[in-house]
């Protein structure tokens, strides 16, 4: 593998070369080179992905699934496969993991085909106070819906899980723990595995929103012992419009249908109709069969790098940003120390706005992202309307985390006095 | 480097905003918010007859919004509600005067959909609650 090499014994991306892979990475906007920093809320596509999708359309492009003609053979077998590849990448079998939109979809899935299903009146979903709009909003109007409550775990000054209020929140009438893996906002990596087990030890499920932890870190659904697991593709170097859900066999199999129409059906009649097997009872429709390829391919790549080295990665660079960040009277940092964080580093400067420094480093040719990350509630725990947030991928270089701090430079200019 | 967003006269208005702050006794007011970002603007009016006799506002956002809404209140302050409701996206950015991105536009606009929408529901309702968004 030539973009990985050995140092100090710890495996690690040779960032440089595999940059080669990403030819957006080449682009210059406002005639300066592009420092993408901004893979939390979407990653770019390497080639291998890009050319797979292309092949696809090239040669076996067909409907799948009751055509009996070559093409959509083989594009049956292509989707199917993709199937299998993501689900080996997490350690699943390949009947339990659905095919979605993405993370928001997947939750809502699971909210929806689950949640009406199990939830009553008095029964307790307990999230936290880290998570995404989209694991918040879902669960709410399930509640609504149901007469259940959804409580949040607390968060202390270093933006971790304060697992002594978890212990009080997990009771007898909590039904479900829906839980980030890795917080968009602070990078906290949560302890889902033990959130599972006192979940379990009360009967109850546990749900994990796995945007942020699938691209940068080795998942092992077995081993975290999580009923479902939801991830986008877009943010692990796969297309948009495909994500996906892992659930336990068992529970799926229970689980009612979310979207109904074709290919979920296994008979139809005019008075009614039952359910296809595992996967394809939760996939209604034609399916986003380009994009389940392109997502195999992202994971083939990522696979060949090895996560453990994408991990390590990330925590080189977050490491180093957040070093030269403290050094700053005027930036305050968000969240806890590096060791203990995905590939985020959340900062405000003093007396900035985010989108203020925002368009400044664009100008200077930085993509971050300003503003609440769709984590408004979290943000008022901050006591906070948003921060800047810089995110870093398996391309980004520790140079660019150095024209992220010069172009922070022109962004103080803002402050005439 | 130039910056063309933040020329100085849009760095005066962020720095010492006109008409901000709140009214004894607004006729209506309106808090709204930008989703995109979650920064907020609160506008106060006081009538005389159709005219916007008095105008504050209060804001926590970036400096385009916050600029934006200080020009806006020192345009609108005297001028009828039907010649409020006239103003579009061009009037506001010809106000500020400098080129914004895309994504930015919207800040700018905040204050003026604000304002607009407090005047349409105060005309429809004759009255509005405190806290709207």
């Not at chain 1, 694991?135 to 002594?164: C, F, H, K, S």
């Not at chain 1, 074709?262 to 429709?285: C, H, Q, R, Y």
Request: net charge negative; with cysteine.
């Amino acid at each position: 593998m030539p973009n990985v090499s050995t140092r100090q014994g710890q495996t690690v991306l040779d960032a440089a070369t595999l940059r080669r892979d990403f030819p957006v990475l080449a682009r210059r906007v406002h005639d300066r080179p592009l420092v993408y920093l901004d893979s939390a809320a979407s990653s770019q596509k390497p080639l291998q992905v890009l050319d797979v999708e292309r092949h696809y359309y090239q040669t076996s492009h067909a409907n799948i699934h009751r055509g009996v003609y070559v093409l959509s053979e083989e594009a049956t077998l292509a989707y199917e496969q993709a199937h299998e590849r993501v689900a080996h990448f997490i350690h699943a079998d390949w009947e339990e993991v659905i095919f979605t939109k993405n993370t928001t979809e997947a939750l809502n899935l699971v909210a929806y085909a689950w949640g009406l299903q199990h939830l009553r009146e008095g029964d307790e979903v307990v999230l936290t106070q880290l998570e995404h709009h989209s694991n918040i909003v879902p669960w709410q109007q399930m509640a609504r819906r149901t007469g259940a409550l959804v409580r949040y775990i607390r968060i202390d000054a270093q933006g971790r899980l304060d697992m002594e209020h978890a212990a009080t929140l997990i009771g007898p009438r909590t039904k479900m723990v829906a839980v980030t893996h890795v917080s968009n906002v602070l990078g906290t990596v949560n302890p889902v595995a033990e959130l599972g087990n006192m979940a379990h030890a009360q009967g109850a499920l546990l749900c994990v929103d796995g945007a942020q932890s699938i691209p940068h870190m080795p998942v092992d659904v077995r081993a975290l012992d999580c009923d479902f697991f939801a991830f986008s593709g877009h943010k692990m170097l796969g297309p948009t419009g495909i994500g996906g859900l892992y659930g336990k066999r068992r529970i799926l199999e229970q689980m009612e249908p979310f979207l109904y129409g074709g290919d979920m059906i296994s008979e139809v009649t005019f008075e009614g109709a039952s359910w296809n097997d595992l996967p394809w009872k939760f996939e209604a429709g034609t399916p986003p069969i380009a994009q389940g390829i392109g997502l195999a391919a992202a994971v083939e790549y990522l696979e060949g790098l090895g996560m453990e080295a994408v991990q390590a990665h990330a925590h080189l660079l977050v490491g180093y940003a957040m070093e030269q960040l403290r050094q700053a009277p005027d930036i305050e940092l968000y969240g806890p120390e590096a060791e203990a964080r995905g590939g985020v580093v959340s900062f405000n400067i003093k007396d900035l706005h985010p989108h203020d420094v925002a368009s400044i480093l664009d100008q200077c040719g930085v993509a971050i992202r300003a503003g609440h990350h769709c984590a408004m509630p979290l943000m008022r725990v901050l006591g906070i309307n948003g921060t800047c947030r810089a995110s870093f991928y398996i391309y980004n270089t520790v140079d660019e985390i150095n024209v992220l701090l010069e172009a922070i430079g022109e962004a103080r200019r803002l402050r005439r006095r | 480097m130039s910056f063309e967003m933040y020329q100085d006269n849009i760095l005066d208005h962020y720095e010492n905003p006109s008409h901000q702050g709140t009214l004894e006794h607004p006729t209506f007011e309106i808090r709204d918010l930008n989703p995109l970002c979650g920064d907020e603007v609160r506008i106060q009016a006081r009538l005389d007859a159709d005219r916007l006799a008095e105008v504050r506002f209060e804001g926590k956002g970036c400096v385009i919004s916050l600029a934006a809404a200080s020009m806006l209140m020192e345009e609108v302050e005297g001028k009828t509600l039907d010649e409020v409701k006239k103003m579009g996206r061009q009037d506001m950015l010809d106000l500020l005067g400098v080129p914004l991105t895309t994504m930015r536009v919207k800040c700018a606009m905040l204050p003026l959909r604000a304002l607009e929408k407090a005047i349409h529901r105060y005309e429809e309702q004759g009255t509005m609650p405190p806290q709207v968004t």
